[in-house]
């Protein structure tokens, strides 16, 4: 049974950071293209950030370019985000992709 846990979303002003983190478990990690997404309310699920299959190229959005940071841990099947410089716009549920799973989700909320 594939399962993905998400952690680390919450609120934060303006500027700060956050890191989510995205462990899997039941498949095989490493050799999947994975990725991050968010959703806001009345809005479709938007990519964030993404690693091909294999994990040897990255695809970020305009957004997060220069900002964010996608990383994996293939040792502790675990995907991260890190999130600098955060802006009221990146609000919303981010949601963690590994092949065609998807994780329950994790709120960030940025004030300004």
């Known amino acids: 049974q594939v399962q993905l846990v998400e952690s680390g979303g919450g609120l934060v002003q303006a500027g700060g950071s956050l890191r989510l983190s995205c462990v899997a478990s039941?498949?095989?990690?490493?050799?999947?293209?994975m990725g991050w997404y968010r959703q806001v309310p009345g809005k479709e699920r938007e990519l964030v950030a993404a690693f091909n299959p294999g994990g040897l190229t990255t695809n970020y959005a305009e957004s997060a370019k220069g900002r964010f940071t996608i990383s994996k841990d293939n040792a502790k099947n675990t995907l991260y985000l890190q999130m600098n410089n955060l802006k009221a716009e990146d609000t919303g549920v981010y949601y963690c992709?590994?092949?065609?799973?998807w994780g329950q989700g994790t709120e960030v909320t940025v004030s300004s």
């Open positions: 039941g498949l095989f990690f490493r050799v999947h293209a």
């Open positions: 992709k590994v092949f065609t799973y």
